[in-house]
């Protein structure tokens, strides 16, 4: 059907417009009744330190039914045989982009950052996801299953705006929860393009979370409540308070404790800032960048600041990055700080393949190899509160799985198998099809000669 | 550079023995073009070093050779001896039992000392990675920016890097003159000057420049435009050369007006200056191969070339070769069709095939970018096994620098530019252990207290990775 026959019979329906609105909500909860049986795997199920070798993982209606070392699967299940390769659930992305960016410099295409004029900390980028985006085709590709999707700059800093929680199902809605977390940045350039110190940023943060304080005084004003275990699929918008600016919406969910205020931020001075302001507020705090994150493990840790990196830092790329060094995960790990990975310049572009490669290089540089899976499956769930769904091959979990041909933590390894909801999904992209096109090509060139 | 030329002209005005054997000829009086005389030849000198045999490593020559439990053997600087229980006559001993030996790597495509780090408000202002003021700048050079306490180049020679290109950025078309050089400690950069070494232009197409210009209402706004700046200025430098000629065989009195772009773009007429291109697509690479057939230079290699992949005759046919990243792609329009098969389908097609960095950061793990290239390669069927694909960054872009009998390759003769990885170079979990530069073990991951360390981070808040 034409997507203007479409709009007709929308508008001249005699059904209620919120009645069809929950019909479409439960379109896209549709899950597959298909059993899905992986056996011989050697599951990282991260519900322990090891892997379990020669498992079997039972996948129905696409949640985890069960996970046990050589067992039968059960009658009429779909089997795959993951001929002892290692399996994972699906990887997750603390911090990235996608659905937010196509070509770069192609600005049109780019709805992550808003000018002067838009909200600040309520910048929504849950308006704008984009779910049949190339970059989420190849990360799904990748291996990788849901992603916090984070907005980088509103028309009010130091406040970037409220990110979304995606969870890159193939068709239907990939946005999975609206305003997952509040962004701001501090420090560096962005102290300079606003208000030309770093100190009048955190002041301005502090204002805002005082005001949003305020406005909560008992009895509790009746603000938009996240659920705390998400349904499989978007729900609405939260319905607040006509007076109640989207702005004041988003600080109000992080002031109640109900999502984080995430910061990018890297000097060492700002990660004690962060600390201090988690404390002060009683918030969750999430540290973004964090280049010297580790020269301040411990008050991080202590006030339970999450920290996601990027592992290939180790130059003073800027005065807040001095301190970068290879070893910062193994180091605030250690320290008991939860991390997660993010790598500059590659977050969205190979949002999959970039997580690996740096946990993997984290490992290098003396993270335990199962901190090193944590810090891009189970840890990015817990920072942003979906860890009962998403992060452990455990019953009760999303059927959301990864087969490898190898190491998952060697960036040479690849994904042979990637399942969605127990659903597997195409490997096909953009990229695959380019290649399939030429390949042919390339035997015939062999004969060429050069001079 | 060609040294002959060089000394003919010091000669004339200096050396009368020099003088009596060279300038005794029919264009006795007549110095040639100044076209490739670098006024500014290298000063380094090898660090402290002694003979070395390393013993019992899994060696991965460079050219596509694998021996198992091999020995090295150094002297000198040199590399006098490869194969398997070799004596090593007095020489110091390192033991390799389990570990990896490749050739020093080499990084074709850098902007270290330039894209110097910390990058503040003042490089946005003005940044040394190039000359902005013109699209074409072939009269700069881009050593007299570099800046060798950039802790990029320390970074670079921790993870095994020990001959780097620093090319200028690719926004003019005509972007200047490279250099190539060592990444070891040095107050100036003749100090870090690869001896001997011939310089490049680094040229671009496509959406750079037009981009630049293209915004402020300047030539170039179009890729047509580009392409007609290109050809007009090799048009003035086939005339300039054809003057220079005109003068050297005596048919002219006097020799054209020294112009410093155009001695640039005759020494790449002369096939004495490299051409290393930045460019993407496809239909760019096979425009520039054009305008090179027309005006009769060669391109060294294609930097980025994302879309080698389409043209892997017409590439072959030039003797181009391709100087790629693993899996960047899509930020930009050009780069909509980069596919991370690319290396290994154009190596496959029988193309020459170099991993690239253009980042300190990918600039620390370009086995890693090889790995990446040759795992999607696997995925498409090809075999790309570890001794072949180590030429990507070493032997193929040692060649491309000219280097190729010197650098590049583990073999009797050649600079003893090694590495000794922890295992396996193209894991993610091995380190380079010990790297040697022309002998001398320029970084040891066991003594930390000698990590070369740029002056810049001394007494900074203590950066670095941990040993």
């Not at chain 1, 089997?79 to 937010?100: K, S």
């Not at chain 1, 964090?290 to 830092?313: H, N, T, Y």
């Not at chain 1, 190979?350 to 090193?372: F, K």
């Not at chain 2, 700046?229 to 048009?235: D, K, P, S, W």
Request: some cysteine; aromatic content about 6%.
């Amino acid at each position: 059907m034409n997507q203007p026959a479409r709009l007709l019979r929308a508008s001249h329906t005699s059904v209620p417009v919120t009645a069809l609105c929950a019909a479409l909500l439960l379109v896209a909860a549709a899950v597959h009744a298909e059993t899905v049986a992986i056996v011989h795997a050697k599951a990282w199920t991260l519900t322990t330190d090891t892997a379990l070798d020669d498992a079997t993982i039972v996948v129905t209606d696409g949640r985890i039914a069960a996970v046990a070392a050589a067992t039968a699967p059960p009658a009429g299940a779909r089997i795959v045989d993951a001929g002892g390769r290692p399996v994972t659930p699906g990887l997750m992305h603390a911090a990235t982009q996608i659905g937010l960016i196509e070509v770069n410099s192609a600005t049109e295409t780019i709805d992550h950052t808003a000018k002067p004029g838009a909200p600040g900390a309520g910048f929504d980028v849950q308006y704008a996801i984009n779910a049949n985006s190339m970059l989420i085709q190849l990360a799904r590709a990748d291996g990788l299953t849901r992603a916090v999707s984070y907005p980088g700059g509103s028309g009010v800093p130091p406040f970037n705006g409220t990110g979304v929680l995606l969870r890159l199902v193939e068709h239907g809605e990939i946005m999975e929860r609206a305003r997952i977390g509040v962004f701001a940045t501090i420090g560096n350039r962005s102290a300079a393009a606003s208000f030309g110190s770093r100190a009048a940023q955190w002041q301005m943060l502090r204002t805002a979370l005082d005001t949003a304080k305020a406005a909560v005084a008992p009895p509790h004003k009746p603000v938009a409540t996240q659920p705390t275990a998400a349904p499989a699929v978007a729900p609405p918008a939260p319905i607040v308070a006509p007076a109640q600016s989207a702005d004041a919406v988003a600080l109000d969910l992080v002031v109640t404790g109900k999502v984080p205020l995430a910061i990018s931020t890297n000097r060492e001075s700002d990660m004690r800032q962060a600390a201090k302001l988690a404390c002060d507020y009683g918030i969750r705090v999430v540290v973004i960048g964090g280049a010297e994150a580790w020269l301040a493990a411990d008050e991080l840790a202590a006030a339970k600041v999450a920290v996601v990196l990027d592992p290939m830092a180790n130059l003073p790329y800027s005065f807040d990055e001095l301190g970068a060094r290879l070893d910062n995960a193994a180091l605030l790990r250690k320290a008991g700080v939860v991390i997660a990975m993010s790598l500059g310049g590659v977050q969205s572009y190979n949002a999959g393949l970039s997580l690996r490669e740096g946990a993997g290089l984290a490992v290098a540089n003396g993270l335990p190899y199962v901190e090193g899976l944590r810090s891009i499956i189970s840890a990015p769930a817990q920072i942003w509160g979906v860890a009962e769904r998403q992060g452990t091959i455990a019953p009760g979990k999303d059927g959301d799985l990864v087969i490898w041909d190898g190491d998952p933590l060697e960036p040479a390894s690849l994904a042979t198998a990637v399942f969605i909801q127990g659903k597997e999904v195409s490997l096909a992209t953009h990229q695959s099809r380019l290649r399939d096109r030429y390949l042919p090509q390339i035997e015939r060139a062999r004969s060429v000669a050069s001079p | 550079m060609k040294l002959p030329r060089s000394a003919w002209v010091r000669g004339c005005a200096t050396t009368v023995a020099l003088a009596l054997l060279v300038c005794t000829g029919a264009m006795a009086a007549r110095p040639s073009p100044p076209f490739d005389i670098d006024p500014y030849p290298s000063t380094y000198q090898p660090l402290p070093r002694t003979d070395t045999l390393i013993a019992g490593v899994t060696i991965l020559d460079g050219t596509g050779k694998r021996i198992e439990n091999g020995d090295v053997l150094i002297r000198e600087g040199r590399i006098v001896a490869v194969g398997q229980g070799l004596a090593g006559n007095g020489a110091t001993v390192i033991e390799g039992k389990g570990r990896w030996l490749t050739p020093g790597i080499v990084d074709v495509h850098s902007h270290n000392g330039t894209y110097s780090v910390p990058l503040t408000s003042l490089d946005l202002k003005a940044s040394d990675v190039a000359e902005t003021s013109d699209p074409n700048v072939a009269d700069t050079w881009v050593e007299h920016a570099v800046n060798p306490q950039d802790p990029a180049f320390s970074a670079a020679l921790r993870a095994g890097v020990t001959t780097l290109q620093v090319l200028p950025g690719s926004t003019p078309l005509f972007a200047g003159r490279s250099v190539i050089l060592k990444p070891v400690p040095a107050a100036d950069v003749p100090a870090m000057k690869f001896p001997g070494a011939r310089q490049a232009l680094k040229m671009s197409c496509g959406e750079n420049a037009k981009s630049n210009w293209g915004e402020k209402g300047e030539a170039p706004n179009s890729r047509q435009g580009e392409i007609a700046i290109v050809r007009e200025a090799f048009q003035r430098a086939q005339d300039y050369r054809d003057e220079w000629q005109q003068y050297s065989k005596g048919k002219s009195k006097k020799p054209p007006p020294r112009d410093l772009k155009l001695d640039t773009l005759a020494a790449v007429l002369d096939g004495d200056i490299a051409v290393h291109m930045h460019c993407y697509r496809a239909s760019d690479m096979a425009a520039m191969l054009g305008v090179a057939q027309e005006f009769g230079f060669h391109i060294t290699a294609f930097h980025h070339a994302v879309e080698a992949y389409k043209i892997p005759v017409l590439l072959k046919r030039a003797g181009t070769c391709i100087a790629v990243w693993s899996d960047w792609w899509g930020f930009k329009m050009e780069l909509q069709d980069a596919i991370r098969e690319n290396a290994a389908m154009f190596d496959a097609a029988g193309g020459c095939v170099m991993m690239h960095s253009d980042s300190p950061v990918v600039g620390q793990r370009l086995t890693i970018e090889a790995a990446k290239a040759a795992a999607a390669g696997r995925r498409a069927g090809l075999s790309m096994p570890p001794e072949h694909i180590i030429r990507w960054v070493t032997s193929t872009p040692a060649r491309a620098l000219g280097l190729g009998d010197r650098i590049g390759t583990i073999a009797a003769g050649f600079n003893a530019d090694i590495v000794i990885w922890s295992g396996d170079p193209f894991s993610i979990y091995s380190k380079a252990d010990q790297v040697f530069v022309d002998g001398a073990l320029a970084y040891d991951r066991a003594a930390p207290a000698r990590s070369p360390r740029s002056d810049f981070e001394l007494g900074r808040p203590e950066a670095g990775e941990q040993p």
